[in-house]
């Protein structure tokens, strides 16, 4: 038996590889645990996206070359492989950087694994594979192995063919691809027949998905939400990240004709000047996205929207920024992510010569988080006295608590509660904390009507 340790950094689309990884690497004799100290191998599957999470991939392999020097000192041997997109970004470099590497491997030729493993573990020369095979990918990893866990995150589209121009997804996860709908829907079937009962469907650029139906027509993703939606036992659907370019009429729809598809949508913007949104590439304009969320609101009243804005960007005036504020008071956020501008190696906004001083940009983030952070406050607050279904995820530090998540994504704890992982509850809601919602079960009927399921 061999012991794995695999570090995930960056998105959820990671986190998914991260799990699929360990899939195909059980056959090889690979078990997991959670330490790189008694490991056999370890993977770092990485994050381009800032040059902070960049970077902290080297401290890490610095770490690792130590202990990989004193296995070898005892007669053992660690294997260190590097995989995400910084495997992609940088390839070969990474080993000239880092010779304790032994295998860097791109997001789109992780099924490769074994033999590359197989390789290395022959002789002492290093593997390198940065390919774009996505199709291959799907096709040869094994089957996904559910664990049992309530929510579960299925990729269901790859890559991004939008090139705005702060970003280096297109670089190191190719053009965009979708897996088959027959595909999809099978992984999803096994994740559900192994207790999953939320899925969160992943892409790049999720609602460009077009992947072939059975008909051998293109499939829209309203269109695949729609078949999953029939899956019996499948109680929750999201999906996560979307353009707003690609937010059709029939995906928008979908969020009023189909219950399971949570009121919940990650909708980013990045910034509220039209100067800046087409400097970015973005292809749409501030009243472009207003619009459409009015849109998304008509068909569903009660959905809680989240964004990710980026402050900084090179040439963003006070002005520029000023309209990013205000656009943000226009939509109410009930979440967001925000980020300083970082400059990527490649792209296009990298080579601007109008860059903003990091002073600039932390002032403006500390504004703009301070505002998003109220909006979030007074969301939470105002569910208080309101009764949702919350899908248990898990027991609380506390005896007899159990945590899960509301429509909404917030989390929820309840106290007193007999295990209830796996099954929704209906639960008033009573108090916001720092970083979740209190409540309480609203009757015994619920919690038994919600075990017996
Ligand atoms: N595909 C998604 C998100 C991709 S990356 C989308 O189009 O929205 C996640 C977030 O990281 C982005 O939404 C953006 O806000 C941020 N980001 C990407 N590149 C960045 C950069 N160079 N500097 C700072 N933030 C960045
Ligand atoms: Fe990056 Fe833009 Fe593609 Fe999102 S849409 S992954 S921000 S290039
Ligand atoms: Fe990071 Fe790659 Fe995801 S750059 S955000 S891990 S697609």
Redesign the pocket.
């Known amino acids: 038996m061999k012991r794995l340790f695999i570090k995930t950094y960056g998105c959820q689309m990671n986190v998914y590889d991260s799990a699929r990884m360990a899939d195909l690497l059980a056959p090889l004799g690979f078990t997991a645990t959670d330490t790189p100290d008694d490991a056999d191998m370890v993977i770092l599957n990485t994050c381009h996206i800032r040059e902070k999470a960049a970077e902290k991939v080297y401290s890490e392999l610095g770490k690792l070359k130590l202990l990989k020097q004193a296995r070898a000192a005892d007669g053992g041997r660690l294997i260190v492989a590097v995989a995400g997109c910084v495997a992609q970004a940088e390839g070969a470099e990474i080993i000239a950087r880092q010779p304790a590497v032994d295998i860097v491997v791109g997001p789109q030729s992780y099924q490769r694994l074994p033999e590359m493993i197989a390789r290395v573990s022959r002789g002492t020369g290093h593997a390198l594979e940065t390919d774009f095979p996505a199709q291959d990918k799907f096709d040869s990893l094994p089957a996904h192995t559910a664990h049992g866990a309530p929510t579960a995150f299925l990729t269901v589209q790859e890559g ?5 121009t ?5 670089y190191t ?1 190719g053009a965009e691809f979708s897996r088959p709908v027959a595909q999809v829907i099978a992984e999803a079937k096994t994740l559900v027949d192994s207790g999953a009962r939320e899925i969160t469907l992943l892409g ?2 999720v609602n460009a998905y077009r992947g072939t139906g059975p008909d051998g027509k293109a499939w829209s993703l309203a269109k695949l939400v729609k078949a999953l939606a029939t899956i019996d036992h499948l109680q929750r659907l999201r999906y996560v ?1 979307s ?1 707003p370019r690609d937010m059709t009429d029939d995906l928008i729809a979908a969020h009023r004709d189909i219950p399971i598809l949570m009121p919940y949508l990650h909708l ?1 913007v ?1 910034a509220g000047s039209d100067t800046i949104l087409a400097a970015m590439n ?1 292809g749409h304009t501030a009243a472009d996205y207003l619009k459409l969320v009015e849109r998304i609101r008509a068909a569903r009243p009660d959905i809680a929207l989240s964004g990710d804005f980026i402050v900084g960007f090179p040439g963003e005036t006070d002005a520029d920024f000023a309209a990013t504020l205000d656009l943000i008071c226009a939509v109410n956020y009930a979440g967001a992510y925000s980020f300083k501008y970082s400059a990527r190696p490649g792209t296009p906004a990298a080579a601007s010569a109008r860059q903003v001083p990091e002073e600039v940009k932390d002032a403006r983030l500390a504004e703009l988080q301070g505002l998003l952070t109220a909006q979030q406050k007074a969301f939470n607050a105002s569910c208080v006295g309101h009764t949702f279904p919350v899908l248990f995820e898990h027991p609380g530090r506390k005896a007899g608590q159990a945590v899960g998540r509301s429509p909404y994504l917030q989390s929820v704890h309840v106290e007193d509660a007999l295990p209830l992982t796996g099954t929704i509850a209906q639960v008033r809601i009573e108090a916001v904390l720092s970083n979740s919602l209190k409540g309480v079960l609203v009757s015994q009927g619920t919690r038994e009507k919600a075990l017996a399921n």
């Open positions: 991004c063919d939008k090139f705005c702060f970003c280096v997804v297109p996860r790049q650029n990240t353009h980013p990045q973005r």
